[in-house]
């Protein structure tokens, strides 16, 4: 019989770390590149006082096109740059204590491991490559022989429904795994965790604490280590003890 491990989902923007994936990335752009910048906002600028005035539902394919095309203005090698530094960046200085805890915990006990994020899958890729692999849900795009940049066919933003959508689809011909916990944090996110056996909401905003509990959501703050993990200031995932070790002397 073949053996179905337990499946764990980390919800990467204020979740696993603190702030949004992509405006980390996004802020990195316009200090480096700020000639990108002003084209790419008066886009978002324009497109939030359409939807404003049309009374429309925010349009989130439109932002996540704008924010593709301003990508696609940086050489594929700057952009990899720009994306390994916030990168690294962030394991050092915005990993939330509580999550790398919990990562490490659940990677010992043999879980599969899921990052999700509304972030484009080219950024997500290199975190979850740098905190030692994970299987990943974003929105997904395709780069053209050129270096530019656009949203896969038919793709659209991955955000709540659609983020469970997609992680189903990993389980198709499959049976359900025999545990799934994960781990969000706004009321975007709630949609998923209530799907799973076990559903976190991790340091949410004070008026989504009630709207958590009354779903049955545990309520817990990462800011801190966690009390049972292995160490309260742990190695972070996909670095060397002996690396971290050289840093310190």
């Not at 429309?56 to 700057?78: E, F, G, K, N």
């Not at 689809?169 to 209530?194: M, N």
Request: aromatic fraction near 8%; hydrophobic fraction near 40%; proline fraction near 5%.
């Amino acid at each position: 019989m073949a053996h179905y491990p337990a499946v764990s989902v980390f919800e990467i923007d204020d979740t696993l770390i603190e702030g949004s994936l992509w405006r980390h990335v996004l802020r990195q752009v316009f200090l480096e590149v700020p000639t990108r910048a002003p084209r790419y906002m008066m886009e978002r600028a324009f497109a939030g006082a359409a939807d404003y005035l049309l009374r429309r539902p925010t349009d989130d394919l439109a932002y996540a096109q704008s924010a593709l095309r301003l990508m696609s203005r940086i050489s594929p090698d700057v952009r990899s740059h720009i994306i390994d530094y916030v990168v690294d960046g962030l394991v050092r200085e915005n990993l939330r204590p509580g999550a790398i805890d919990t990562l490490i915990q659940r990677r010992k006990a043999g879980d599969r491991i899921f990052f999700v994020s509304d972030c484009f899958d080219f950024i997500l890729a290199k975190l979850a490559s740098r905190l030692g692999g994970a299987d990943i849900i974003a929105t997904r795009t395709f780069e053209n022989t050129d270096g530019t940049l656009i949203l896969s066919a038919g793709e659209i933003r991955c955000r709540g429904q659609q983020k469970l959508a997609r992680l189903r689809e990993h389980f198709d011909g499959e049976r359900r795994p025999p545990f799934v916990r994960a781990y969000g944090h706004s009321s975007d996110d709630f949609i998923l965790l209530s799907w799973a056996d076990a559903g976190v909401a991790v340091n949410p905003e004070a008026k989504a604490v009630s709207e958590a509990q009354a779903m049955g959501l545990s309520v817990v703050d990462w800011s801190v280590g966690i009390k049972d993990a292995p160490l309260h200031r742990p190695v972070v995932p996909g670095t060397s003890q002996r690396s971290e070790r050289q840093k310190s002397n």
